[in-house]
C-alpha cells in the first residue's frame, strides 16, 4: 500500500482553513508549541508570584496579616507542583519537543497532528483544574508538593477537602496529556525522520528530549497509581495508604494501610521526574553551546551513551528521597551507591560541555550567556546532590534549607537557565525577529547573580540547620539572629530576579513587532530547523520537497570550508571525502 | 534495527555514514507508526498493572488484609464465575484473531463476523464483571472493607477501562474501513486491535491469578519481592 505522509494529506482538519482551525483547534505542532509554552509561562509566572509571597513571609515574618500558616504551605504546595510538573515538564516537552522534533529531524509535522491537539487541550484543562482549587471552599492542598499521606488528606492540612481533590485530579489529566504527547514524539522521532537522519546524526536536543519522554511514558504511571489510590483513599474510604489513626481525637475508619509505600510509588515517579526535565535541558544546551562556539559538540558519542544511561539508572535511584523516611541498611547502601554512579555519565556530560568551549570561537550572545551560566549552577547543584545522595550525610540535612538550596540550583535554576538560553536561541525561529540584546544580557545578570544571591546562603542556612517548610522560626535557641538577616537579604535578593523577569516578557513582546528582522539561519547553526524555506516556518515546514541529510548536527569550524558551519542538508564534498577526519579528537 | 551498533557509529566520519539510503523511510509508514504507538501502550499499561500489583504485594503484608481466596467464605475460593468471565474475554480474543485472519485474506465476511463477535464477547465481559461487582457487594465484600476487595474492585475497573477503549478503537476501525470502502486496508489496523486483545488476556489472566490466589501463595510471592 502506498503511504503518504500524515502532513501530506489533505485531511480537511490537519489543513488550517479558518483562524479557528489555524490558532485554536490547530494541529500544527509549532502552534501547538507555542499553546504549550504560553500556558507553561502564564502558570509559571502564578508559581513565581507565588514564591515571592513565601519569601515574604519568611523575610519580613509577622508582617503580612494575609499569610497565615495554611496559606503558605499552600503557596509551598502549589509553588513545586506547579513548577516541576506544569511549567517545566510541560514547557520543555510540550513547547520544545513539539516545536523542535519534527523540524530537526526534516519531519512535516508530528506523525498523529490530531491526538497531539488532543494533548494541549487535556493539559490546559488540567492546568485549569489545578487553578480551579484556589477558588474552591478550603483552597488548595498545603500537603507540600510530594503529597504524603496521611496528612495530605486528613484535617489539619490546609485543603485537605476539596483541594487535594483537584490536585489528583489535575495530575491525572496531565498524565493524559503527557501521555497522548510523548507517544507522538517517540513515535514521530522513529518514524518521521527524513532520509539521511540516522539516529547518531540526530542533534542532542532529540536525543534529550527522546529519552526523556520514554522515560515519562514509563515513570508517570506511578505517579497515576499513587493518585488513583490516594483519591480512593480520600473519596471512598480505602486503605492502601491510609494507616489505622486518631484524627483530632476521632478514631478513623482506616484500616492499617502504608504510608510509605505511597513514598515509594511517588519517587519511582519522581526521580525520573528530574530527568525528565533535565535531559531535553542537557541537549539544548548541547547545542546552543556547539552553535554558539562555534565547534562540534566534544564526545557526540558519550553525550549520546551519557543520555540513554542516565535515563535507565533514573529508575534505580529513587529512594534516595526517602532516607529519613527509613529503609533497611542495605537498602540505604544500595542506593547510595546508585546515586553515586548515575552521577558518572553526568559529569562525563559536564566535562564535555567544557571541553566544547574549549578552544571554540565563543561568541558570548544571550543564549551563551544563558547555556555558560547553567554549567555553573549544575556543577554547584549537582555537587551538592553527591553529598546529600550519602545516607548520613542526608540524614541531618534533609529536612533543612540545604536541601531546598541543592533541589533549585539543579532542577529549578539550571533548566530554567536552559529554557532561556533556548527560548533566546530559537526566538529568531519562532518569530522570524532578533530580541533586543541589551534586555536579554540585562536579564541573564539579574538572573544569573540573583540566583547566586538567594541558594548560596541557603547552603549556610542548611548547615545551621533551619528547617524547611516552616512557616516561621520563632525562638528556636540553636538558630542565631543573623539567620534572619539571611532570610531577609534572600527574599530581597529572590524578589528583584522574580521582577527581572518582566525584562524577558517585555523584550519578548516588544521584539515581536520591533525586534530586527532575523532572516534565514542568524546564529549560522548547522541543524535541520534553521534551514527551512520560510523564517518562520509554514504549515508543513518545507515547503514542496523534504530535505534530506548527509551530516551530522556539528559540522562547525571544518578546516577548508567557506564558512564556519556547514548544514545537514549540504552534501559531502569531494575535497571533505579525501581530507579525511577533519574532526573530533574522539573518532 | 542493533541498537548497540546504531549507538556506535560514528557520525562525524562522512565516508562512515554513506548519505543514503540510511535506513529511513521517505514517507511517513502510518501502520508502522500505530505499531510503534501499540507497543508503547502495552508498556505503559503493563507498568501501571505492574506497579499495582507490587503495591498488592506489599499491602497485602499488613494484619489487616484478608485476601478473597483460601477460606471457604470467601468469594474467589470457588472461582467458577471468573473463570466463566475469562471464557468471554478469550473467545473475544479467538473472534479478533479469526476476523483478522479474514482480513488478511480479504475475505471481508469473515472480517466482520470477527469484529462483531469480539465486540459482543468484550461487551459480555465487562457486563459479567459488572456482575460480579454486584455479587460481591451482596455478599457484604465492600470496595472499603478490605484492602483485598479494594485492589480486586481497582483492579478489574481499570482492566475493564482499558477494554472499553479498545472497543472504542475497534469500532473506529471498523467504521472508517466502512466508510472509505476499503476492505483492504483492514488488516493492518486489526491486526494491532487484535495484539491488543490479546495483550488485555493476558493482563487479565495475571490478575486473576493473583486475585484468586490463597494467603500462603500471596505471601510467598511477597516474600519474592521483599516484602
Known sequence: MQHVAIADQTDELHDPQTFITKYVWSQDHKVIAIQYGSTAIFVGLVALVLSGLMRLQLGFPDTFDFIDPSAYLQFVTMHGMIMVIYLLTALLLGGFGNYLIPLMIGARDMVFPYL???????????????????????????????????????????????????????????????????????????????????????????????????????????????????????????????????????????????????????????????????????????????????????????????????????????????????????????????????????????????????????????????????????????????????????????????????????????????????????????????????????????????????????????????????????????????????????????????????????????????????????????????????????????????????????????????????????????????????????? | MNIFRTLGQKPWLEDANPALPLNTVPEVDTNAAASIVLRFIMAIVSVLFFLFIITFLSRSQYPDFQALAGQPWQPFTDASRLWLNTGFLACASLAMQFGLRGARLTRINHAVIGICAAAFFSVLFLLAQLDLWQHLQAMGFYVNSNPANSYFYVLTALHGLHLMGGLIVLSNVAFRVWYDEAPEALAAPLKLCTTYWHFLLGVWLVLFALLTSTPETINALAAMCGF
Open chain 1, 116 to 587: 497531539n491537539m488532543l494533548s494541549f487541550w487535556f493539559y490546559l484543562l488540567s492546568v485549569i483544574v489545578l487553578l480551579a482549587s484556589f477558588f474552591v471552599p478550603g483552597g488548595p492542598t498545603g500537603a507540600g508538593w510530594t503529597l504524603y499521606p496521611p496528612q495530605a488528606i486528613l484535617p489539619g492540612t490546609p485543603g485537605y477537602d476539596w483541594g487535594i481533590i483537584l490536585m489528583l485530579a489535575s495530575l491525572a489529566i496531565f498524565i493524559i496529556a503527557f501521555t497522548m504527547g510523548g507517544l507522538n514524539y517517540v513515535t514521530t522521532v522513529l518514524q518521521a525522520r527524513t532520509t539521511g537522519m540516522t539516529l547518531m546524526r540526530m542533534p542532542l536536543t532529540i536525543w534529550g528530549i527522546f529519552t526523556a519522554t520514554v522515560l515519562g511514558l514509563l515513570a508517570f504511571p506511578a505517579l497515576l497509581v499513587s493518585a488513583i489510590m490516594m483519591m480512593l483513599d480520600k473519596v471512598i474510604g480505602t486503605s492502601f495508604f491510609m494507616p489505622a489513626l486518631v484524627s483530632l481525637g476521632e478514631t478513623l475508619d482506616y484500616t492499617g494501610g502504608s504510608p510509605v509505600l505511597f513514598q515509594h510509588l511517588f519517587w519511582f515517579f519522581g526521580h525520573p521526574e528530574v530527568y525528565i526535565v533535565a535531559l531535553p535541558a542537557f541537549g539544548m544546551v548541547s547545542d546552543v553551546l556547539a552553535t554558539h562556539a562555534r565547534k562540534n559538540i566534544f564526545g557526540y558519542r558519550m553525550m549520546v551513551w551519557a543520555i540513554v544511561g542516565i535515563g535507565g539508572l533514573s529508575f534505580i535511584v529513587w529512594a534516595h528521597h526517602m532516607y529519613v523516611s527509613g529503609m533497611h541498611p542495605a537498602f540505604g547502601f544500595f542506593f547510595a551507591t546508585t546515586t553515586l554512579i548515575i552521577a558518572v555519565p553526568t559529569a562525563i556530560k559536564v566535562y564535555n560541555w567544557v571541553l566544547t568551549l574549549w578552544q571554540g570561537n565563543i561568541h558570548l550572545r544571550v543564549p551563551m550567556l544563558f547555556a555558560i551560566g547553567f554549567i555553573f549552577t549544575f556543577i554547584h547543584g549537582g555537587l551538592t546532590g553527591l553529598f546529600l545522595g550519602n545516607v548520613v550525610i542526608d540524614l541531618p540535612l534533609s529536612d533543612t534549607y540545604f536541601v531546598v538550596a541543592h533541589f533549585h540550583m539543579v532542577m529549578g535554576v539550571s533548566p530554567i537557565m536552559v529554557l532561556f538560553a533556548a527560548l533566546y536561541h530559537w526566538y529568531p525561529l519562532m518569530t522570524g525577529r532578533m530580541f533586543n540584546e541589551t534586555l536579554g544580557k540585562l536579564h541573564f545578570w539579574f538572573t544569573f547573580l540573583g540566583t547566586y544571591a538567594i541558594y548560596l546562603p541557603m547552603h549556610y542556612l542548611g548547615f545551621l540547620g533551619v528547617p524547611r517548610r516552616y512557616f516561621a522560626m520563632g525562638t528556636t535557641d540553636f538558630i542565631p539572629e543573623s539567620a534572619q538577616s539571611l532570610n531577609a537579604s534572600i527574599t530581597i535578593s529572590a524578589l528583584i530576579v522574580g521582577a527581572a523577569q518582566m525584562l524577558f516578557l517585555v523584550n519578548v513582546i516588544w521584539s515581536l513587532r520591533n525586534g530586527a528582522k532575523a532572516g534565514h539561519n542568524p546564529w549560522g547553526a548547522t541543524s535541520l530547523e534553521w534551514q527551512t524555506p520560510d523564517v518562520p516556518p509554514h504549515h508543513g515546514n518545507w515547503g514542496d520537497k523534504l530535505p534530506q541529510v548527509y551530516r551530522w548536527a556539528y559540522d562547525y569550524s571544518v578546516p577548508g570550508a567557506k564558512e564556519d558551519f556547514i548544514p545537514q542538508n549540504h552534501p559531502v564534498t569531494e575535497q571533505e571525502q579525501t581530507g579525511g577526519d577533519h574532526e573530533e579528537g574522539n573518532s
